[in-house]
């Protein structure tokens, strides 16, 4: 300890860089010249973050991770680190509204109208395409709770596949079951409506645990909570279509 406090007093007085490598269990030290760092062994910063701001292409102003210049408001390329809730404008959190979301898609859509590009450069043009598109695909996965549930699982490197078999046997014979009620509902009016209603439910209740796992930071447990809704989700896209098919208007 002594030694290490040492060379670092030492390093500062004349000047140089100390850096302490561990390898194979056994302490090797090294100094460079402040004004010569060799740019191998600097430790890359995220492209994007806060420490490493990037210049406007058009007026080379310095900007963070605004889709718009902050001086010259001309539309710039999308950080390649930019999430969905990053492009909408709103904090990553499972509990978002969908009033929210509405307000913050509507603005964005109005600043990307291709009508306010028509006489801008060809790069422009080529971005306001890129970004509206971008803020579409945002805006379709975050305003819908499975979707939403399943990107967020995403962003902390979890997928769950087409075909999982992460499921109960209890839970899947309660699907089961479900699905022989709607066929057993044939053309009944009341009974789909029911059957959607209770569906209804059993979805808003799944996205409020869902919220509440995000909440903890209890990402297996949102897995196995949005692998249900998988199915439930499933179920109400079967409904859906019955009721469309059978031309039920509430």
């Not at 600097?42 to 990037?54: F, G, Q």
């Not at 579409?136 to 819908?144: G, K, V, W």
């Not at 490197?157 to 079951?177: P, Y």
Request: hydrophobic share 35%.
């Amino acid at each position: 300890m002594y030694l290490r406090r040492t060379l670092f007093n030492l390093a500062k007085k004349y000047n140089v860089l100390y850096f302490n490598c561990t390898q194979q269990q056994s302490l090797k030290s090294y100094y460079v010249d402040k004004t010569h760092i060799p740019s191998l062994i600097i430790i890359r910063a995220p492209r994007y973050s806060s420490d490493s701001p990037l210049k406007c292409w058009n007026c080379n102003f310095i900007y963070k991770s605004d889709l718009f210049c902050t001086k010259c408001k001309v539309l710039q390329e999308p950080p390649e680190n930019l999430t969905y809730f990053d492009v909408m404008g709103i904090s990553k959190s499972y509990d978002v509204t969908f009033t929210e979301i509405q307000k913050k898609y509507k603005a964005l859509q109005k600043q990307l109208h291709p009508d306010k590009f028509s006489n801008k450069s060809e790069k422009e043009k080529q971005l306001s395409e890129t970004l509206s598109s971008l803020v579409n695909e945002a805006y379709s996965t975050l305003i819908n709770p499975l979707k939403r549930g399943l990107y967020m699982l995403k962003l902390n490197g979890v997928t769950i596949s087409e075909e999982t078999d992460n499921v109960h046997a209890e839970f899947l014979m309660e699907i089961m079951e479900k699905n022989e009620e709607i066929e057993d509902a044939g053309s009944d009016e009341e009974k789909i409506k029911k059957l959607m209603q209770e569906n209804e439910t059993v979805l808003n209740t799944l996205t409020m645990k869902i919220a509440n796992a995000f909440k903890q930071n209890d990402i297996k447990k949102a897995e196995v909570l949005l692998i249900q809704m998988k199915y439930y989700d499933s179920i109400n896209g079967k409904l859906k279509k019955l009721k469309y098919d059978l031309g039920i208007v509430e």
